[in-house]
């Protein structure tokens, strides 16, 4: 069975940085392509960013084009998204997500991801 945990969530000023991680249980890690997700209250799951599985590719969300990055350490079965700049409007619970097979232009969609995280929940302060 495939768990998927996130940590590093919290809380910080406009301006700030975080750096939140995702661990994925199993044997076939490598094999994932990886996303993460975000969802502010009262809003719909959006989509953030996504990385092929050997970490080569990767797809952003108009939101957060050149403030975030995701990134992978297969050796860890861990999944990164460092988030700089943050905003008010960033404030969300962030999911993360694996699904198999290669990245493609439908990784932005929820639907096609197989495991999911609780979630870990950024709340950033004007």
């Known amino acids: 069975q495939v768990q998927v945990v996130e940590s590093g969530g919290g809380s910080v000023q406009a301006g700030g940085s975080l750096r939140l991680a995702c661990v994925v249980s199993g044997r076939f890690f490598s094999n994932y392509v990886m996303g993460w997700f975000r969802q502010a209250p009262g809003k719909e799951r959006e989509f953030v960013a996504a990385?092929?599985?050997?970490?080569?590719?990767?797809y952003y969300g108009d939101a957060v084009t050149g403030r975030f990055a995701i990134s992978r350490d297969n050796s860890k079965n861990t999944v990164f998204l460092q988030m700089d700049s943050l905003k008010p409007e960033d404030t969300a619970v962030y999911y993360c997500?694996?699904?198999?097979?290669?990245?493609?232009?439908?990784?932005?969609?929820?639907?096609?991801?197989?495991?999911w995280g609780q979630g870990t929940q950024v709340t950033v302060s004007s």
């Open positions: 997500a694996a699904k198999g097979g290669a990245l493609d232009s439908d990784d932005r969609f929820e639907r096609v991801y197989d495991y």
């Open positions: 990385i092929s599985w050997a970490g080569t590719t990767t």
